[in-house]
């Protein structure tokens, strides 16, 4: 298998062709592929149903891994795929940022999803909506805290996973139809989906921008409620030997959100730490440290959501501690708990990020329930057809591997692989000769201070995303 990185940006096409069967079993579908460049493609099938079975496939295994679904499957071909992992990342203890290496690992590791589409920061679009619902700015707060803790629903109701690589400018567009929220009195979800009278639409454009680094955008925008989430995603990574821990890349200054409608005031939300443990024991979860801070200067409200350390012996208790509290957004440099001063704050946050968060208001003394992880689960994405799609999109690009994959044919997907790394490589190399430099589709570059902004194609694409 190559070890090389994946290299840049992707014209590449692929023909598949269907033999389709009454009956399918484990995800298995006789799919033959080949590979050919746009240069010499001549896709006659793009617009036809040949990749019906293709996107059921992807949208199914997608929900299982997202949510509960993952854990009923047998765990034993996983638990193969975590040790021949972890042989490969003993080899990399010492070096400072594996993410940078873009390691190309062998197919028969990976899931049929790319990384734009896995690694999204919206589980609960709804959530993401309705944040500008109130009036009172505590609570608009509480709203954000709340997406916030949702919004990786994915690693507390599913499993950890392996996507494709993205390769530069590939991108993932997608939307939801979701119901507006409710809560009963006790601030538990009530699951209104078929009898709420008010529906929201919320869409998703991501775009990789950036191969070295691995750089991508994206922005998530509610147009009805005038709310919007935007950002950099650009990590760095390092294994000990035992967990891999995870953190922001400095291009990464957390997540924007803007609440148009209440002139543009707006919050930021940093990342914390996560460590992926578990290894030795070929059972994988995720633990978080550091905290998260959450700051709006319109409102001088800041947070801080600290994410309490795991004891060496015993159970992880994922445990969260946190306040809320008034800040001059001109004159702050407070980033722990424990130098806020009392009389500034205004709330209390407690729980667990895995299940029930309390928010505790100072000024009448109630505790509340912000949200019940435990409850929830991901809202599925939906995403336009792969015959449908662009060349970049993201579904479109790996469709030969995907296929692959799903026959278990771990041989062609890995030749399928090969071909768009080796074509990426090509491009790269041409690009570099003619001294040209990348130009995002949807976003302007530069971007400064982690807030990407959208180019007029974008607008354009997501104005007919539900189309």
């Not at 592929?33 to 240069?39: F, G, K, P, Q, R």
């Not at 003993?90 to 990384?115: A, H, T, W």
């Not at 440099?333 to 130098?339: A, F, Q, R, V």
């Not at 080796?422 to 400064?448: G, H, I, N, S």
Request: overall charge neutral.
């Amino acid at each position: 298998m190559p070890d090389s990185a994946i290299s840049i940006n992707s014209d590449t096409d692929s023909e598949i062709s269907y033999k389709k069967h009454n009956s399918l079993k484990d995800d298995t579908l006789t799919i033959s592929t080949t590979i050919s460049t746009a240069e010499s493609s001549s896709y006659a099938d793009d617009n036809d149903n040949s990749f019906e079975d293709l996107d059921r496939l992807i949208h199914e295994r997608h929900i299982k891994v997202t949510n509960c679904e993952a854990h009923f499957e047998d765990s034993e071909p996983d638990q193969s795929k975590l040790r021949t992992l972890l042989s490969l990342l003993k080899n990399l203890i010492g070096v400072k940022d594996i993410v940078s290496l873009r390691i190309s690992l062998p197919s028969q590791l990976l899931e049929p999803i790319g990384n734009l589409e896995y690694w999204n920061y919206n589980d609960r679009p709804d959530f993401l909506a309705c944040i500008d619902d109130s009036d009172d700015p505590l609570e608009r707060m509480f709203a954000t805290i709340r997406w916030w803790y949702s919004k990786d629903l994915k690693f507390v109701k599913g499993k950890l996973i392996k996507p494709y690589n993205s390769i530069l400018g590939e991108q993932f567009i997608c939307h939801w139809n979701v119901a507006a929220p409710k809560f009963d009195k006790n601030g538990h979800f009530i699951n209104n989906d078929e009898t709420s009278s008010k529906n929201y639409l919320v869409t998703c454009l991501n775009e990789q921008i950036s191969h070295h680094p691995p750089v991508s955008a994206f922005h998530y925008n509610c147009e009805e409620t005038g709310v919007s989430a935007y950002g950099i995603d650009h990590i760095s990574a390092k294994f000990t030997g035992t967990t891999v821990k995870i953190g922001p890349g400095d291009q990464n200054k957390g997540v924007y959100i803007n609440l148009a409608k209440r002139d543009n005031e707006e919050y930021l939300l940093s990342h914390p730490v996560a460590s992926v443990q578990g290894w030795l024991k070929v059972s994988l979860y995720i633990t978080v440290g550091e905290c998260c801070i959450v700051t709006c200067p319109k409102t001088k409200l800041k947070a801080i959501l600290e994410y309490k350390d795991e004891r060496w012996i015993g159970k992880p208790k994922f445990a969260i501690e946190g306040k809320i509290f008034r800040y001059d957004p001109n004159n702050d440099d407070i980033k722990k708990l424990k130098s806020v001063d009392d009389k500034d704050v205004v709330a209390e946050i407690n729980g667990t990020w895995r299940g029930q968060v309390h928010a505790k208001r100072l000024d009448n003394k109630k505790t509340n329930l912000i949200v019940d992880l435990s409850e929830l689960a991901p809202v599925p994405k939906i995403v336009k057809p792969i015959a449908k799609q662009g060349p970049l999109e993201s579904r479109r690009v790996w469709r030969s591997v995907s296929a692959a994959l799903f026959q278990k044919d771990y041989s062609k997907a890995t030749k399928e692989k090969v071909a768009i790394e080796d074509r990426q490589r090509q491009l790269a190399a041409e690009a570099k000769a003619r001294k040209e430099e990348f130009d995002p589709v949807y976003f302007k570059l530069p971007v400064t201070d982690g807030r990407p902004e959208l180019k007029d194609k974008a607008y354009q694409v997501l104005q007919n995303v539900n189309l």
